[in-house]
Each structure stands twice: as C-alpha cells, then as structure tokens.
C-alpha cells in the first residue's frame, strides 16, 4: 500500500531536487504508476485551490508550490527528460547541442527513417506511416532500456548522455512522423 507524506505548507522544500521532492529514488528506471500516485497525492496537498482563502503571499507561495510540483512530475514522466535530469545531477552534459557525432550505423538508419516518413507523407501512406512509427518505438523502448543499464547499474554517464543524443534523434523522428499524420489529415 502506498503511503504519502503529508506535508504542511512550511515543510516545503524547494531545494529538494524531483526525486526528493516526490519521494523517489533518483534511478532512470521509475515505476509510472508509483510516480502517478505520488504526483497526485502530492499535488492535492499544495494545490492553490487550497490556499484561496489564505492572504496573497501565502497564495503565490501555494502556486509555485504546485508549479514545482508539476515541473518535477513533467520532468520526470519523461523518459529523456528524466534521462537529461539525472545527468545533470551528476554533473554531466549531454552536449545535445554541440555533439553531433554519431556511430555510422546509427545515422544510416535515421537517414533512411526519415526518407521512408516523408515517401509515406508524400504518399499520404498512413499504413506506412504506422509501420516507421511501430520501428521508431522498438528502437526508443530498447535504448531506454541500454539507458536504465547504464545509469542505474553501471554508471556509465558518459555513456549514458550518448544514447540520450540517440534518443533525441528518436524524438525528432517521432515529431516528423506526427507532422506526416498531420499533412495526411489536412
């Protein structure tokens, strides 16, 4: 059974990193369900509906509570965000920006991902467009899971922020496919 904290208002803390704040542990590999759950009922203690009767500076402080609160959720429901907010917390830069270097292999393939999404869109082939997003999600899924290794078993966080440039080159791919479905429907 699940239990949750309640805390008062002034036990609040704002330094508390996502994981702290939410009671996790700070691992890659998090139980959607549990993070849910504690979101939620954390939510509904800092809620501001529950300050509205409360005078304005414990109203803005009951807001950026549950922005807080909500940031941390975000970030953390996010299988890359959270990927990008653990290495930050060790320090490391995923260098998504300035480290384009990828093996070969890999962008053969996005090369050939993306060719087949804008031929499906082209064609407004929305069975093809299923087929590269079906491919698109193993490959995300299965270097999630190389990511939970590294991270939370290995520790390998250069390694680690190597296949979160992977990923966002996944998550670009996801953004064409959507914008091909959204061409196709237009």
């Not at 940031?71 to 260098?95: C, F, H, I, M, N």
Request: hydrophobic share 45%; charged share 30%; net charge negative.
């Amino acid at each position: 059974m699940l239990q949750v904290y309640c805390m008062s208002s002034s036990e609040f803390n704002f330094q508390q990193n996502h994981f702290q704040l939410l009671g996790l542990p700070a691992v890659f590999k998090l139980d959607s369900a549990q993070l849910e759950r504690l979101f939620r009922a954390l939510q509904a203690q800092v809620h501001p509906d529950k300050s509205a009767h409360l005078p304005d500076v414990e109203q803005r402080l009951a807001m950026q509570r549950s922005t807080r609160v909500n940031e941390a959720y975000q970030t953390l429901k996010s299988p890359l965000r959270r990927a990008r907010y653990l290495l930050l917390l060790q320090g490391v830069d995923t260098q998504e920006e300035t480290n384009t270097a990828m093996p070969v292999d890999f962008l053969m393939v996005q090369m050939e991902w993306r060719e087949a999404v804008a031929d499906a869109a082209k064609a407004r082939d929305v069975d093809a467009l299923e087929q590269q997003g079906a491919r698109m999600k193993q490959e995300t899924h299965e270097l999630e899971a190389a990511l939970a290794v590294k991270m939370d078993d290995e520790h390998d966080y250069a390694a680690a922020a190597a296949i979160v440039r992977k990923l966002r080159f996944m998550e670009k791919l996801a953004e064409e496919i959507d914008s091909a479905y959204d061409e196709i429907d237009n």
